[in-house]
């Protein structure tokens, strides 16, 4: 497996070896937690007095990501008894520390609201701005998040009336063809076809997201099936930047490919001045529908093929390339941006072969990507400019570690889907936070050692 390396002179590694106030200020510097505190705060001078510190509750949230504290409850007794934490967090030595139904009250105000997206945004856009995130390819996957709380009893399902044998007459066909387009009409976005949200807003397509716990199923490394009860987070990441640029949280059922489009849509309206040339993607979202959506952007797809009992082309080999009369594969030479043209060249092998002049083998091959979006990519498919685009698609897969492994991604503590989706935009904010001092302190160091040698 091929590993993309940073080139940094400051990474999360050393982030985490810092002292933990050193650590704290690094990352809670690259958080605006005034919008978050306007939502949080009491709105009113009227009524009791404040007597909680919001922004330091704020903070302290931040800080049980970085520290791996895994509940509330070990929280507050940290800030009990480590008088050093409690100030790192915020808390002067004659404020109150907040009790869970504190903080329970406070995440119900964030659940009610958005503000923790828009933070995000606003937190990209800087990252963008000072030229930390110059990505030309993004790369999507998902990751299965478990759960808190019980997976319900199974339902016993009544048995289905036995259906009317021998073929329908007109008149019911018709009857039935009519009711299956209501039906389908009628069901919620996300469970029609991936190609209905081509035409949907990215407002439409992030409110209606199903948040609720449900059973999911993947295949690991084995080929086995395996089984949780709970949520999928959705990433869309920066391979060179390694940022996360957009994010998804929804139920556990949901199609891989389904959350596509929602982030891919994100990508290009909410970052707009970003220059995505490429979309790397594994089988699971090999869909038409997001070729178009990557199509529409003005990116290439460099997506795995998944073979869905499709039958071979003649003339063709497994990767879509133009054989000659001796089913040769001819070389991909190159990709004319201006008429949408791959080129194909000539094999090796034809170099002495004796039907070289004939008319049957062609000297150059050309097929317009439009053709099939799904079948013809540029770079071509199995060609080595594509299968290094493809080894990016890693980064990803490395970012999603990092979350589970470092910012608690995978200890959701909250029994419904709208409070575990704050844990999950809390984990994503002081992720892309984190990265974003060490690229702060990266930078710093470069500059000191510059002028040290001028």
Known sequence: MTIIRQGSLF???????LEPTHRFEAVFSMIDIYPVLAVVSKKALYGAPVQLNYAAMIYSLAARILERIPTIKDLIKRLKHDYMFRLDC???????????????????KLVESNVLECVQETQILQAVLEGFITDETIAIDATHIEARDQAPAKEERSKPQPKKRGRKSKEEQEKWLQEKAEHEAALPLYEKKVEAQLDASLNELRSTVPLDPKWGIKKNSEGKNVFWFGYKGHFAVGTKSQYILQSLFSSGNLNDGKAAIPLLKGVQERLSTLAIRFGTLDAGYDYPAIYQQLYRMGAQSVIAYNKRNEPEIEGFDRHFAPTCVREHSYRYDSYDSKYETIKYTRPKECSGCPLADDSLCQKVYKVKVTTDLRRYTAPARGSKAWKTIYKQRNSVERVIAYLKGFFQLNNVRYCTGKRAKVQFDLTQLVYNGAKLACDRIAKSFSEDKGNLAA
């Open 11 to 17: 990474d999360l590694q050393d982030l985490y070896d």
């Open 90 to 108: 915020g808390f002067l030595l004659s404020d109150a520390i907040p009790s869970e139904a504190s903080y329970s009250r406070m995440l119900t």
